[in-house]
């Protein structure tokens, strides 16, 4: 499985550097049968794009979703939908300094002694344009979700006092409710774990925390435990220290995760570097950058769970032979 | 792939239950010609093994790893290689009156969700036991990786005081000297995510830092940013807020990690709960449980690091044409 | 994924060498609360077994499959399976001599080009030893489909006179019926790729045919084409020239293939051949070896074709929303 | 992984349906550096377009493969490269009377069955039209072999005669050179395992030989084997019964394979099928149909062994510690 793919039967590959023609995302092992248009994407895609708040970027991309495939009569085929979006407010020529540059806090350096090439433009695979197919193809993945109840809220916060030229980070806390119980693939495929491998594939962030996250380290068993209960017929836990997740099995209660996200690399302010032939320089960035990403971001943590949580609904329904055969019996 | 598979070159399957015969590890794509015998395992396996400490279980297994597979006249053939881990004391009476009940903290009640079975004696997949066959694969993946001087350094940190009948959690951070740059697969399959998911993989780990981790969120990028500079004609990161991971690719910088673990779940206080008849109960935890695995958990984590590293590894040898031309025309 | 792992959802690794302690194999994704014991594994494994006739190999293995996982109270839990099967009589000095041979029609030659290393001993991993596994996986692949009536027939055919001191090839022509209308995925996963990937899998299999296989490269659209009719209420094809599988997915008639297999290419006639060191050499090769395998790997290639039948049973339930739906709304 | 994509480090996921907007493939895990333009992909895009010859159909696509991410300066990024090819001669009112018919040969019924919608124009993605992506990927995969040598050719052989309103099949005889020795991994991406599937994903093919093919049934072991020689100091064999493959890694010789090929479902003469309300009714499909597709289906079976040999290439690097200490050291 390449690196740019994720999942087990529902599948997402996604495509498209920051000043390229476009970007996109394809998707496999959508169920036939949904209700799929270009409209439903409008919401999702335009909390992501920068708005005029102080802190966004100033580059303006309409983020138009086109669907190339997979879809006819307003309804999902069962075969691979090809999700677009044309890049329309690239501004290269503000990177031709950078051509050389590593900047601090980015993936040049890295991408470089990977690939021994790379498209310096606007941060080339490694900017934050790629989410853009990102939140696409989660839009697509909620529609797998919604009429189990599913819903997804997530919190950002950031700190408000920002200093002229810098950049703050912050974080994301997320709720999705109604996941059914039973989710996730003991023993590398746990649910948590597929959850914060999404989530830390979304660039800045670098620290994932599940239920009560770093708090466990200092509690007590007493105060950890989530005891149980009926309520209404159904068994559930009282508390919720542990994320609606238990041995990496969704227990149906609400799945709790909080992101840390990084103040956002490119700063005005001068700084030490290197460039690729070794050599120091001072680097002073202009161009177009969000001072904070913590809110855009959001969105993408949202599409990021409801990849993984999609994936695992499907796989799910192969656990028990006892479905199996009623299944095919019918 | 399967929820008991890791890796995409180097895959691990491990399989087994707290009580049943076994457990192991199949092993595959490990290159051929790595020297490898049964005594190679003693140390790591010897670090997880409960002691004779005040919080590890009086659970006694020798943990002696056998060679099924994959190695003759003690070095690796490129073939699959099977662990296998007999299991020893195994005390199921001890386990008799949790047959139906859904101990709190544990994963019981979710796999009766998702499987509609479960095996009670110990846990079943779900127990701590299964984490021997990941350290003995472990140390295969570090088998791969020594050879370019890669170092493994764990340090786990719980809480002394601990009341009675009660049990605590902790942190161990690991320190991954030597990687080499380069290794990691945007977009999905970054270092940070994949190695983050490893270690949730892991039970009672409920949250995984890169780097500064959740210092992040409160920093500004003046005070993030690692500036690049060269040294012995190399080119580094000055600081290492990142954790030597950018863009989801190493730096080639040490790689900074740190797992909160959750209190162990099974303590003797009383503890309110249900029958999976959705009766209400009370229960008391006897047998032989840690207070605190914190310490037994270490070599299991850096165990996982390995693994994805190693595969990593083998993965990136494909990154630049360069490097396959060459590698085929010697 | 790796080359010893087949498999979407149920997954199959297995391990093993001829002269090994023993050979196995994991399976993970089976369905749980299915029954199974290690009596249901004789009679698959028996009809693999070289027998007394005239034609097998003169090895004695008693073949008993322990199931060391996956297994409670006589029912599958959901979690991996882990059988074994201890290797008895492996006789090493019967290939003292081979050590530094290539024997032609054998993968002596081209392991050693991929790996630097091989075990001789009785072939290592290449030799057909390695089988039994998968037909012990294949019995558990046939009872995830069992329920559903699906059965397997398979017709060894092949030439009767065999001159002295060498060997003859033949072929395995195999019925699979009640297979549900609607398996495959694709456009890789079809399902006649898939199955013709399994079929080759096994050594010694050089063709593969479905349905009218060869045939049709000579015959005319209106001859090939399979017309469509109602009996019963439900649409069939009156004929059967595709062998079941149109466009890739499955009709719900009969699936039909042949495999061709070659001759067992130890042969006691003296060959020419070289060794490691490239050096001319004659091979006469003694000790036990079958004269014929195609009627021993019959079961083989049902269990190849049981396999891939089931995972593509378990892949195909998420295919429809509506599906999807039901399963979680009751 | 789903059924669209192929391969495990360079994978290839492709998307489209026959009159959709367009046609499209993703390609991962290509090494950087190879250059690739859009002119590339001219010569084998023709190979593959209906021609004015007498058996092929009078539909008119220009075939103009577009690159859309992946390659800057004219050489690959290491990133994924998205290939897009407009469609442009749909046309679809010729298939309005088929929208509730199911064309024997074809696979409209089993789409039904496993989807419940499908895309009647043009058969939707079963259509050959998606084997066009598939060419402009291997394209690409031809690039990654092209430095070492390898070389493709491909003879499409069908019957001359054919009856008015029918349709013939044929076969492609493949032969590939100087590809490296030792590529597959044992056991289940056996390299003829891998070749058989990637060639009988296209579609209408029906039987895959390897080598001898189908006369292994009939040989003996003395006429079958291929004596090992040595020749200008390198280890080959005199003959090459085995196609080039023993023991499912390839030997250094040249790969041989032939794909039959069934006569194209859609002739003008009635035939009696159903519709999917199950009632009977006579079918006459107008419009522009192939009489064979045998020669344009050439390029896309080296396109198919393309993808395979080239994923190989990459996946063997780290069959050996050897190798991986010296990638890393230098």
Same mark, same amino acid.
């Given at each position: 499985?390449?690196?740019?793919?994720?999942?087990?039967?529902?599948?997402?590959?996604?495509?498209?550097?920051?000043?390229?023609?476009?970007?996109?995302?394809?998707?496999?092992?959508?169920?036939?049968?949904?209700?799929?248009?270009?409209?439903?994407?409008?919401?999702?895609?335009?909390?992501?794009?920068?708005?005029?708040?102080?802190?966004?970027?100033?580059?303006?991309?309409?983020?138009?979703?086109?669907?190339?495939?997979?879809?006819?009569?307003?309804?999902?085929?069962?075969?691979?939908?090809?999700?677009?979006? #044309?890049?329309?407010?690239?501004?290269?020529? $503000?990177? /031709? @300094?950078? =051509?050389? +540059?590593?900047?601090? %806090?980015?993936?040049?350096?890295?991408?470089?002694?990977?690939?021994?090439?790379?498209?310096?433009?606007?941060?080339?695979?490694?900017?934050?344009?790629?989410?853009?197919?990102?939140?696409?193809?989660?839009?697509?993945?909620?529609?797998?979700?919604?009429?189990?109840?599913?819903?997804?809220?997530?919190?950002?916060?950031?700190?408000?006092?920002?200093?002229?030229?810098?950049?703050?980070?912050?974080?994301?806390?997320?709720?999705?409710?109604?996941?059914?119980?039973?989710?996730?693939?003991?023993?590398?495929?746990?649910?948590?774990?597929?959850?914060?491998?999404?989530?830390?594939?979304?660039?800045?962030?670098?620290?994932?925390?599940?239920?009560?996250? #770093?708090?466990?380290?200092?509690?007590?068993? $007493?105060? /950890? @435990?989530? =005891?149980? +209960?009926?309520?209404? %017929?159904?068994?559930?836990?009282?508390?919720?220290?542990?994320?609606?997740?238990?041995?990496?099995?969704?227990?149906?209660?609400?799945?709790?995760?909080?992101?840390?996200?990084?103040?956002?690399?490119?700063?005005?302010?001068?700084?030490?570097?290197?460039?690729?032939?070794?050599?120091?320089?001072?680097?002073?960035?202009?161009?177009?950058?969000?001072?904070?990403?913590?809110?855009?971001?959001?969105?993408?943590?949202?599409?990021?769970?409801?990849?993984?949580?999609?994936?695992?609904?499907?796989?799910?329904?192969?656990?028990?032979?006892?479905?199996?055969?009623?299944?095919?019996?019918?």
């Amino acid at each position: 499985m390449s690196g740019s793919t994720i999942g087990k039967i529902f599948t997402v590959t996604t495509w498209g550097e920051s000043h390229g023609a476009a970007i996109g995302a394809v998707l496999d092992g959508v169920p036939a049968g949904i209700k799929l248009s270009e409209e439903d994407f409008f919401e999702d895609m335009s909390r992501r794009r920068p708005s005029d708040d102080k802190v966004s970027t100033k580059r303006k991309e309409s983020d138009t979703v086109r669907i190339m495939s997979g879809v006819y009569n307003g309804v999902t085929l069962g075969t691979p939908i090809s999700l677009m979006i #044309v890049n329309e407010d690239q501004h290269s020529p $503000s990177y /031709n @300094n950078l =051509e050389h +540059t590593y900047r601090p %806090g980015h993936a040049d350096f890295t991408y470089d002694c990977k690939y021994g090439v790379r498209d310096h433009r606007g941060g080339g695979r490694s900017s934050g344009r790629e989410t853009a197919a990102r939140v696409a193809a989660g839009v697509v993945a909620k529609k797998i979700l919604a009429p189990l109840g599913v819903t997804f809220e997530s919190v950002p916060v950031l700190r408000e006092d920002i200093p002229a030229g810098d950049s703050v980070g912050g974080t994301v806390s997320l709720c999705i409710k109604n996941i059914p119980a039973g989710l996730g693939e003991p023993v590398f495929d746990k649910l948590d774990g597929l959850l914060s491998r999404a989530l830390m594939s979304v660039g800045a962030v670098k620290a994932v925390e599940i239920g009560d996250g #770093v708090k466990v380290s200092e509690a007590l068993g $007493s105060e /950890n @435990n989530d =005891e149980f +209960t009926v309520v209404d %017929g159904k068994i559930v836990t009282k508390t919720n220290h542990c994320g609606g997740i238990l041995g990496g099995i969704s227990t149906g209660g609400d799945i709790l995760i909080k992101a840390h996200i990084k103040p956002t690399p490119s700063i005005s302010l001068p700084q030490n570097t290197v460039t690729d032939g070794a050599e120091s320089t001072v680097l002073e960035i202009k161009g177009r950058h969000d001072i904070s990403i913590v809110k855009r971001v959001a969105p993408v943590l949202e599409a990021m769970c409801a990849l993984v949580l999609a994936d695992e609904l499907l796989v799910n329904m192969s656990a028990r032979m006892s479905n199996v055969i009623s299944f095919y019996k019918e």
